[in-house]
């Protein structure tokens, strides 16, 4: 049996992977349950591994992977808060891990999407448009929508869990939220994975790695290519 707080951060989390393909920030936690401190996610974590809801991923920042949801209807659910979205919706979709290794045995049906090439994770590199090569991907990885892949180069991400020569899995859109990680186009010229923000006027490119500097810049030289759903990494 959950408490109330730990049923809210298991959906959140939950509903945060699917949404966005990695872990939410302790702070994001924090302030998605109104709590005054860091230390109380620690010990909601902790208690939700304890009891087999969900699993830290080794050596890598913000690796949280939900194992299961529970088992109670959602009339004897807690209340959830408003930034939270109730376990009704989440029990519609089945749960998809944000990273498998590429080389999976699972049963089930697989889909090919086009693996247009390398995308910087540190400095923005052009673009590669080539359809000829394909990567085999769980059909349950995906949801609606357009997807294609790419591979990553660079260290920038690598705070989010992203790797250099990890295959990041991207659904189209032209549009993103803030805290999202897209696929950003520059000047029409340049494609960079990077953490979307918006400023005064300004959109920003944030990495995930101390070592790198945010990018500000002008909306009209931006345009978002994409959001990471999901991640297929090699062993």
Known sequence: ??????????????????????????????????????????????????????????????????????????????????????????????????????????????????????IAAGTPIEALRDQTTMVQVPAALLGAGDHYALEVSGDSMIDAGILDGDTVLIQRCEQAHDGTIVVALVDDAEATLKRLKRGRGEVLLEPANARYETRALSPDRVRIQGRLVGLLRQY
């Open 1 to 118: 049996m959950l408490t109330r707080k730990q049923y809210e951060l298991l959906v959140y989390i939950d509903n945060y992977l699917r949404d966005h393909g990695i872990s939410p920030s302790f702070d994001e936690m924090k302030e998605a349950l109104n709590l005054k401190s860091k230390s109380g996610i620690h010990r909601l974590i902790t208690g939700l591994e304890e009891r087999g809801f969900i699993r830290r991923l080794a050596h890598r920042a913000r690796a949280l992977e939900v194992v299961r949801l529970p088992e109670n209807s959602d009339d004897d659910a807690p209340e959830t808060p408003s930034n939270v979205t109730s376990l009704a919706s989440v029990r519609k979709a089945a749960h998809r891990p944000t990273t498998v290794p590429t080389a999976f045995s699972e049963a089930g049906e697989s889909v090919g999407l086009p693996l247009y090439g390398r």
